[in-house]
């Protein structure tokens, strides 16, 4: 969190202490952030009182607490509605969900992390982590690694430097020269798997979703337990899977979305 704001003055200090209260997950006392907060006390008391009259935070007296505001929350509406693939794939997750019976999960990349922004249960729910808002770690999860195998040199080497490569079950891989390995891999099938690495007993298979330049603007999962599937059976669902992240990123160009029109675009276009 520090990194994110060190450089940004005032603005990137108040958004790290914005950062902060969420992280809780619940309504938070000033004492409790202060803990876990790298800014004196006298500062951090500053920004949590013009956040709150901001209207980005929001103060209950009575336990004395404090949450994410209202004007926040319609912010993060928006955002979630402009920059978020879910409202554009909504359809094409509703169609594979159906078709497949399995939980389905569609994801970006949040800076070096997993962001789960949609995500269907299967007929038969089973307890895994994941959850849309949720954020997860990239190199041991299968839509992590498909959207790390089609990034440039560029764009994945600092996000290989920022993985904390803990070792979450003894599947889990450790090393950047073994993901570096099953990226290439990857990229060469199109397609990849969590073989158990993040979470005992969870599986899936994963595709990109890729824009016509090959580049992953997200990923789709279908994710099983191993009581009740292989992943040889789940990679019989690639063709499935891709077809619909095919769909999505073709409904994802017409909304020139992420992608901007580049200025030669715009030009040809006025």
């Given amino acids: 969190m520090a990194e994110r704001g060190a450089g940004d003055g005032t603005v990137g200090k108040a958004l790290e202490v914005l950062d902060q209260v969420a992280s809780f997950g619940r309504p938070v006392k000033f004492n409790e952030l202060l803990n876990n907060s790298p800014f004196p006390k006298a500062t951090l008391y500053r920004f949590v009182q013009t956040l709150t009259n901001q209207g980005m935070l929001s103060f209950d007296s009575e336990q004395g607490t404090y949450a994410p505001g209202a004007r926040l929350v319609r912010l993060a509406h928006a955002a ?7 409202p554009v794939a909504r359809p ?3 169609d594979l969900a159906r078709d497949v019976g399995e939980t389905i999960h569609l994801a970006q990349l949040d800076h070096a992390q997993v962001l789960y922004v949609d995500k269907r249960n299967a007929s038969s729910p089973i307890e895994m982590y994941s959850s849309a808002g949720k954020v997860g770690p990239a190199y041991c999860t299968g839509v992590g690694k498909v959207m790390m195998a089609f990034l440039g040199d560029a764009e994945l080497d600092p996000i290989l430097a920022q993985q904390s490569f803990h070792k979450f079950t003894d599947k889990t891989l450790t090393t950047v ?13 199109g397609y990849g798997f969590d073989r158990e690495e993040h979470e005992p007993g969870i599986i899936c298979v994963a595709v990109p979703i890729l824009n016509k330049s090959k580049r992953a603007i997200g990923a789709l999962s279908v994710t099983s337990s191993t009581g009740s599937q292989t992943l040889a059976n789940l990679e019989r669902l690639v063709p499935r899977i891709t077809s619909a992240a095919n769909d999505i ?3 994802v160009e017409l909304w020139r979305f992420p992608d901007q029109p580049t200025t030669k675009e715009k030009a040809e276009t006025e």
């Avoid at 020269?177 to 990229?187: F, T």
């Fill in 80 to 86: 979630w509605q402009q920059f978020s693939l879910a």
């Fill in 92 to 94: 094409f997750v509703d």
């Fill in 177 to 189: 020269e073994d993901l570096r390995e099953e990226l290439r891999d990857i990229r060469a099938h």
């Fill in 249 to 251: 990123a073709r409904e």
